[in-house]
């Protein structure tokens, strides 16, 4: 009763201040629940949990070959709730908020919001569990930052790893490059790329090659799509990570430290993009259908071979690279620029943005503790970071040692991970391996970290038996004109074409109320006028929008907004350089 007396109030206090404004401070826990150095080995009462998970693209029961594992270990199940699918923005969050019972188990954003769910006393003080958690402690410094002036250990971190934080976070690819139809560049001769504005005369001939796609629509260079505009047009910000560049709000920030500037400002690296996506749109590149179609018809676009660029190996790669047209030496791979430096992100030193935290209502807190420190574990890591995250899935269904005393897949894991999806033996739960996989879609650990029982990578995709078994005419024509390089990573480490910013997990800091107002008009702008740029009519008429672009969001107030994101990019450094000596030392 004590408890829930403190949670109302709390609840009552968070939802006086608007739900979603700063609060600091340890919430009220129940202090007196005993310490415990082991969990049990055994649940005799079967439990279901509620997973209010920031997240997650599925809402309902966790279902598949992972709902069996976590019901077999913990007689537990998952129901996820999750509010990007629910809709409503923040709809469901502050609905469960005010009821006082956000989730058994709770997975959300590290700062504000984490620091609010505590001062509302809608998280529980985990420390009495923390002792028996023994693989989180394996990431014990991680756990101390993210609850430091914290009266108690609320929340555990995600996205970990022993690597150094200067070194990249990625396993095979990097997360931005000039990724382009390799197969149709190779029948030019594989010309050499000086710079970002010398892909447009290659990308014509490309398309000139291959105007129209096996299903007999039309063949571009450049398909863009507006799901993920924000602060600026998105596709706008990725060619500009390949010079070292990564956003922090308005600002662009080079990942040494060594350049900051404003998204609007003269020949800046933003008007560059844009400028180059206007020239494409001039010689016939660019999908008439940008403005108006989504990620997924893009998607489907890639995998019918109707768009011949892309900024990001996992869009090109993972809809065209199928096992068929890599065999005739068809697919997506990178194609340096002479001038590239690309933006890494390096290992998160503790941890990323995601937490998982323990809600204080949750009927079985012990279990749930249990749970999040399974999820640390290889067994752990292997299971919930297959499928999107590159971890290889569970030892025994989709992958297993070799005579060798390596990993390689199995006949199943080579059916679902090379061929899209394989039907579960019924021991293992039954049903697609695809429609069983976590849905809680977070990485706890990160998939290129070793597994500590079998000494490689959680990834697959890193295992040189793989590799041997995807060799294919696509990956060995590239490899054979890339110096060697077996993965992109390697080519781009090689070749000192990787700018790699330390993970200091930094938080960006939340605007005050004016920053917020004036930022939420300038961003309009900045995306509608830079859509209007792209498909402008003319040269002259881009130069024309532009301009009256900055002219609108000065008057809106857009130099007081970048002068806080400048701030906040120059202490985001400060943060990456002392992560740096920090791990150095």
């Known amino acids: 009763m004590k408890l829930k007396r403190k949670i109302a109030a709390g609840v009552a206090a968070l939802l ?37 998970d920031g997240l997650a693209n599925y809402m ?49 954003d590290k700062g504000e919001k984490l620091d609010q769910l505590i001062e509302g006393g809608l998280v529980a003080d985990s420390a009495a569990y923390y002792p028996a958690m023994e693989n989180t402690g394996r990431f014990d410094a991680a756990v ?8 108690g250990t609320y929340a555990f971190p995600t996205s970990v790893s022993s690597l150094l934080p200067t070194e990249p976070s990625e396993g095979i690819d990097s997360t931005f490059g000039p990724f382009l139809r390799w197969d149709l560049y190779a029948e030019l001769g594989y010309p050499e790329i000086d710079t970002l504005e010398d892909l447009l005369p290659i990308l014509k001939q490309m398309q000139d090659l291959e105007p129209t796609a096996p299903n007999g629509q039309k063949v571009y ?38 350049d900051y500037e404003g998204i609007l400002d003269d020949g800046g690296q933003y008007e560059r993009v844009l400028n180059f996506f206007h020239e494409a749109n001039e010689l016939g590149l660019v999908d008439p259908e940008s403005t108006t179609q989504n990620y997924d018809t893009l998607f489907s676009k890639m995998q019918n071979g109707q768009v ?28 340096p620029l002479k001038d590239q430096e690309i933006f ?57 040692m070799n005579s060798a005393g390596e990993p390689e897949l199995t006949d199943f894991g080579k059916e679902v991970f090379l061929n899209g999806d394989a039907t579960v033996p019924e021991e293992w739960g039954g049903g697609s391996y695809i429609d069983g996989v976590s849905t809680l879609n977070v990485s706890v650990v990160l998939p290129i970290e070793t597994d500590p029982d079998t000494g490689f990578p959680y990834s697959y995709k890193l295992w040189d038996s793989y590799k041997e078994l995807t060799a294919n005419p696509l990956t060995d024509d590239w490899s054979a004109h890339m110096g060697g390089a077996t993965t ?98």
Not at 312 to 333: D, H, I, R, V
Not at 514 to 525: D, S, Y
Request: charged share 25%.
């Open 488 to 585: 992109t990573m390697e080519y781009l480490e090689n070749n000192d074409q990787l700018l790699v910013a330390p993970g200091a997990s930094y938080t960006i800091p939340t605007d005050d109320s004016e920053i917020e107002t004036l930022r939420n008009q300038v961003k309009a702008i900045i995306v509608q006028y830079s859509w209007q740029a792209v498909f402008a009519e003319s040269d002259a008429k881009f130069d024309s929008l532009f301009a009256e672009l900055q002219e609108k969001a000065s008057g809106l107030g857009y130099d007081k907004v970048l002068e806080v994101d400048l701030a906040t990019a120059k202490d985001q450094n400060k943060q990456r350089e002392a992560v740096a000596e920090e791990f150095a030392e």
């Open 144 to 151: 101390e930052k993210l609850n430091e002036e914290k009266d």
């Open 344 to 400: 890494s992100y390096g290992a998160e030193a503790y941890g990323g943005k995601q937490v998982l935290a323990i809600g204080s209502q949750a009927e079985d807190p012990e279990r749930i503790a249990a749970f999040i420190d399974w999820l640390y574990t290889a067994e752990g890591s292997l299971a919930n970071s297959s499928q999107t995250m590159g971890a290889a899935g569970p030892q025994g269904l989709t992958w297993d």
């Open 308 to 335: 011949l660029f892309t900024w990001w190996p996992w869009l090109g790669q993972s809809a065209y690279n199928t096992e068929e047209n890599m065999a005739q030496g068809k697919g997506f791979m990178i194609a």
């Open 221 to 258: 260079a450049l398909s863009l799509f507006k799901d993920w505009d924000g602060n600026f047009m998105n596709n706008a910000k990725q060619p500009i990570t390949y010079y070292g560049y990564d956003e922090v709000q308005f600002a662009l920030a080079k990942a040494d430290g060594s």
């Open 60 to 108: 309902g029961m966790q279902e598949g070959w992972f709902g069996k594992i976590v019901k077999d270990k913990f007689n537990m199940n998952l129901n996820i709730i999750a509010p990007n699918v629910a809709g409503g923005g923040d709809t469901l969050y502050n609905t469960r908020v005010s009821a006082g019972d956000l989730g058994d188990l709770i997975i959300t």
């Open 16 to 52: 006086t201040v608007g739900l979603l404004t700063s609060c600091t401070g340890g919430g009220d826990t129940d202090t007196n629940t005993e310490a415990i150095d082991s969990f049990p080995t055994k649940w005799e009462d079967e439990i279901t949990i509620d997973v209010f």
